[in-house]
């Protein structure tokens, strides 16, 4: 319920964002007629198209992408003929012509008729189509959770009344400028002129979309910002998470805090036969939500795995369950080629439909539940760290189940790379997204949507700012390089910096350079950079381009990709 409120609420403070002004040309359009056969009707068609849209987008991928461009140069056509009608009367005789027998009604001929909220309808689709509303926070949140949870009524409910809250706010919009425009007509005769105006108006609107400009211009220009009052409401609906369940004194027993959920969710098992909660009965169980290129996940499996090698046979059964973050982590090649790089050999079930995930209500990567004998769940802890912690709860469920002669100590896996454990900098910079849904700090004003664009950085970067140069395009997940020699730029604070990166689909590899202030890093590189800067991307995955030798001081980092169609994900520092 929380949700649908946030979801209402930001629907509702989009009217605030020059996003809007495009259409507002489309809603205005019928203001002088009754609003129960025409605004209404009209909204209630944009919210339901808007929301549909946005779905597909979300989890339906590249074609679905398409699939809405083709309708927007639809929609574009027909709210072009629209203006023209508006416009110029005496030729809407003529240009109305074809329309009629489609039933849209869009000529003063209609005002001798009944109005049609089925044409009014029509209308309100093709300004679903074209609406491209601001991806503040809220939104953000949205699509990121239609982007992992797949399509499903709660998502469609969610996109829906967040359409239905920026629907009502354009409602008490449309029945003032109704009164007005009635009011302007009876005192001073200027109907004709209205309507020409709002012709004039919808043909601007429709040369603004065409030419790109409410995805581009308009996203980077401030007339209000309401991005902070959506991320203060987000806060305070969001309690903290308890990363770890409270050590309980010597003696006490553990609480119980549910039972293990179904397996059978997963859409595919390696290192094993499919398993099950009832044929676990008598182990003890760690499950391990991770995905493949999260930094936290990467720096905590090596404990995973010495914990999995230590106690495998004293009654220990380890399984991984992969969530993915980013669309690249569904594919089954690219979690193998994983599982074989991090030396995994416990079971490993792909979670690409989260039904796992959803089983236990997580909401965190890496995740570690702890299960005893009994399939019950005892204990949990949320993100790196904890692991003597973690592991003296191994050790007490394999002794509560009867399990003797357990070895030993705590792991000390020594692990190296990207899986070494992190600087423990507190200061360090946080997780950056670069797609749209989720993106922050970005310098250069708003991100234009889907479409190509020629960014510049500015000259000079605050700290944990980042930029874009050259053309690019920046989705809800990525960003992609259209033309070589594209870059981006970070000031970040921290001992090791990595880029979830990946090659386009037509491209085998991409080389690239990165400098440190400027210069090549010398012996401040990662391990998949040299001492000069360069390296090649060969592969979806977590990519570690900076490792500094002296301390986590502050530095202008910049990535130069001399090949196009790279896709940029994710900033994690360490």
Known sequence: MLLLILAFFGGIVTILSPCILPVLPFVFARADRPFARNGLPMLIAMAVTFALVATLAAVGGGWAVHANQYGRYIALAVLAVLGLTLLLPHVADWISRPFVKLGNRLTEKADARQDSPWSAAGLGVATGLLWAPCAGPILGLLLTGAALQGASVETTLLLLTYAAGAALSLALALLVGGRVFALMKRSLGAGEWVRRALGALVLAGVAIIALGVDTGLLTRVSLASTGGIEQKLIDAISPAPVHAAPAPQAGTPLPVEGE?????????????????????????VLVDFWTYSCINCIRSLPYVNAWAQKYRDHGLVVIGVHSPEFAFEKDPANVAKAIKDFHITYPVAMDNDYAIWKGFNNEYWPAHYFIDAHGQIRAHHYGEGGYAHSEDVIRRLLSDAGYKNLPGGYVQPGASGAEAAGSGDTYRSPETYVGYARSDGFAGGQIAHDDSFAYHAPDTLAANQWALNGTWTVKPQQATLDKPNGSVVYRFRGRDLHL???????????????????KAPGDDHGTDTDADGHGVINGQRLYQLVRQAHGTGERVFEITFLDPGVHVYAFTFG
């Open 260 to 284: 293990l959920p179904s397996l059978s969710g997963a859409t595919q098992w390696f290192n094993s036969a499919p398993l099950s909660a009832e044929a676990l009965r008598g182990k003890v």
């Open 500 to 518: 979830v990166l990946g090659p386009g689909e037509h491209a085998k590899s991409i080389r690239f350079r990165v400098t440190l202030d400027g």
